[in-house]
């Protein structure tokens, strides 16, 4: 993939460069930083790149009375539904992080895992309801920190869109992509909100992301082998 073509589709992602977010992908890019280490900078890395993933968040506008006089204020609109959907296993870090944002969200846990040999998802675990009261005043916050070739991505934002949810009402979240994952994901789900902490250059011919970080679940459980 050309360096253009990596420029437009950086244009259709959301990349959290805060000086922090930039300086806790470094340590955990490095291969010497310790499992214990490697969860704290994941925690503080995936706070503020879902800061970024839930601005857009609707709102109501209310009255509030503060200690000196009635003022304008506005809440998260009670007419939306809020579902965090982590991959397994890899996500539960981000999960545990926007649930302290969004503590009054739902929580569903998708797994999927890649096969390794042709690449592609295979659903093993899925305990959302068969049909959703309101799929259209519905938000759905996908996370998985690799965003490797895109297969675990689309298959599980496919598992949101057949429960009827609109895709401008579904974000995908990760702590790095490639761009070869963010290609294919756009080639079924073209309106899906991205918001990642960095597009690395590309994924090498066993599908892993290069430069990368490793295997983020076996680094945030300490079962590398």
Known sequence: MTQNNNNDLLKD??????SLAIH????????????EIFKVATKRLAYLILSDAVKDLPLKAIKVMTPLEEADAQILSPDYEII???ILRAALTLSQVLEDLLPTAKVYHIGLYRDEETLKPVRYYN???EKLSNPSKTKVFVLDPMFAT??????????????GIPEENIC????????EGIHKFRKFHKQVKLVT?????????????????????????????
């Not at 995908?172 to 761009?179: E, M, N």
């Not at 599908?207 to 079962?223: C, K, Q």
């Open 127 to 129: 305990k959302l309801p």
């Open 172 to 179: 995908f979240v990760s702590l790095i992509a490639a761009p």
């Open 150 to 163: 895109g297969g675990s991505a689309i298959e599980a934002v496919n598992i949101f869109k057949e429960l």
């Open 13 to 18: 992602v959301n990349v959290c460069n805060n």
């Open 24 to 35: 806790n992908l470094s340590v955990l890019r490095d291969k010497d930083t310790p499992p």
């Open 84 to 86: 965090i959907a982590p």
């Open 197 to 225: 902490g960095v597009v690395d250059k590309r994924l090498n011919d066993k599908g892993y992301i290069m430069p990368g970080l490793g295997d983020a679940g076996d680094r945030t459980f300490n079962t590398v082998k």
